[in-house]
């Protein structure tokens, strides 16, 4: 029941294009989800992140998308670029409990081709 | 720069060794977080401390343990290695956890990569 389940694996996607990822998660007691980005060598950075009262939020080229009945969000970065390639994570957190741990999706390696 | 450091970058040491890994929190940050990445396993959550008080533990082992000292920098032990324990140690801090339960972004360092051979 912590589990967040995030897919692709990987996804490679052409220079302007979208980049979808998908994440799943299975306890309602989570209450925040953010989206971190990892570069090689580098430690995870938090890119955006969303709590269930949004359906939707936007920063740039980069949007959430939180179904709370479905149990579902994804992150949609537009006009997807180079530098834009990295791996990206998922996460959840219950802000209403003993701990904020983040519990994190396996990750999805992306490669934006030029 | 996340303002959070980490110390040594870089460690290679044999199995059945005993290591420190030491991190300083952003400045005013009272929450230390430590993950553990490996390629099996992922990000996984290990131990969490407030203020110098443990707060949440994960799938530490035993082997592991972490303290938070009074200035609020943090050190994770790793003791009797192992071969699997090779990975990348990442700590995070956060501003405040309080009882309110408020949920604010963690921020990592840039991680110590473990050797054991």
């Known amino acids: 029941q912590q589990q967040v389940k995030q897919s692709p694996q990987s996804l490679i996607v052409q220079k302007g294009g979208i980049s979808i990822i998908n994440c799943a998660y299975e306890n309602t007691a989570f209450d925040y989800f953010p989206w971190y980005q990892q570069f090689p060598g580098k430690g995870p950075a938090l890119l955006i992140a969303?709590?269930?009262?949004?359906s939707e939020k936007k920063e740039g080229r980069f949007t959430i998308s939180f179904n709370k009945s479905a149990k579902q969000f994804s992150l949609h970065i537009m006009d997807s670029q180079p530098g834009d390639s990295a791996t990206y994570f998922c996460a959840a957190s219950h802000r209403g409990g003993a701990t904020n741990k983040l519990i994190f999706g396996t990750g999805t390696l992306l490669a934006v081709q030029p | 720069d996340s303002g959070v450091t980490q110390t040594p970058k870089h460690l290679i040491t044999a199995t059945g060794q005993r290591v420190t890994l030491r991190c300083s929190p952003r400045?005013?940050?009272?929450?230390v977080y430590w993950y553990q990445q490996s390629l099996d396993q992922g990000l996984q959550f290990l131990i969490q401390?407030?203020?110098?008080?443990?707060?949440a533990k994960g799938n530490i082992l035993e082997r592991f343990s972490a303290q938070q000292f009074p200035d609020l920098h943090s050190e994770l032990n790793l003791s009797s290695l192992e071969l699997g324990d090779s990975a990348l140690y990442f700590c995070?801090?956060?501003?405040?956890?309080?009882?309110?339960?408020?949920?604010?972004?963690?921020?990592f360092g840039p991680g110590t990569r473990l050797t054991v051979l």
């Open positions: 969303i709590r269930p009262d949004v």
């Open positions: 400045s005013g940050d009272l929450s």
């Open positions: 995070a801090s956060s501003s405040r956890f309080g009882t309110s339960g408020d949920t604010d972004t963690q921020y």
């Open positions: 401390y407030y203020n110098g008080e443990e707060r």
